[in-house]
């Protein structure tokens, strides 16, 4: 049987908590009023909620490691 390795294991881990997260946003998207604006701030704020997410997950593998994200501090 195949081992996964603990990176590559994190890595899965971090996946599934982001699109947990994403899920539970657009759950949300029926009840947001529909206007132009409004969904393009709630699709940021979906986009940043989940590069935190894996970073911090991907971090805790490797916490020496540095990421290149879009318009985000990490």
């Given at each position: ?34 206007s132009k ?33 879009r318009?985000?501090?990490?």
């Amino acid at each position: 049987m195949y081992k996964q390795s603990s990176i590559v294991q994190g890595m899965i881990s971090a996946c599934r908590k982001a699109a947990s997260s994403i899920t539970r946003d657009f759950s949300e998207l029926e009840q947001l009023q529909t206007s132009k604006n409004d969904l393009s701030t709630f699709i940021n704020e979906i986009r940043l909620k989940t590069e935190a997410i894996v970073v911090r997950e991907l971090t805790k593998i490797r916490p020496e490691f540095h990421f290149l994200m879009r318009d985000s501090k990490y």
